[in-house]
């Protein structure tokens, strides 16, 4: 959900383009997280498979509230800040707590 400057109204933020499962690995900013996703890449020049990961800042709506090691799908949405053009959509997996 995102203020409306013209009217002071919530409204959810419109989702377009993209759409990435990954996995939280931080949720230490307000209302946003950073979503890592693993990706394997074939090298055809050396038959090899090469991994690799990508790390994504995303915004974390109120609603939704992921924490790190939740997995989630996020979408590609308007600039939000300087870094976040993305939006967590929905939480597929809960992370598994530990009992210490």
Same mark, same amino acid.
């Given at each position: 959900m995102v203020e409306d400057k013209a009217t002071g109204k919530k409204r959810p933020l419109s989702i377009r383009g993209a759409r990435l499962v990954g996995k939280v690995v931080s949720d230490k900013n &307000?209302? !946003?997280?950073?979503?890592?996703?693993?990706?394997?890449? &074939?090298? !055809?020049?050396?038959?090899r498979m090469a991994r690799g990961r990508s790390r994504v800042q995303a915004h974390n709506p109120d609603e939704i509230g992921a924490n790190v090691g939740d997995i989630v799908r996020i979408g590609e949405t308007r600039k939000i800040s300087k870094t976040k053009s993305w939006t967590v959509i929905e939480i597929i997996s809960k992370a598994e707590e530990v009992e210490a």
């Open positions: &307000k209302k !946003t997280v950073v979503v890592e996703r693993d990706m394997i890449k &074939k090298i !055809t020049k050396y038959k």
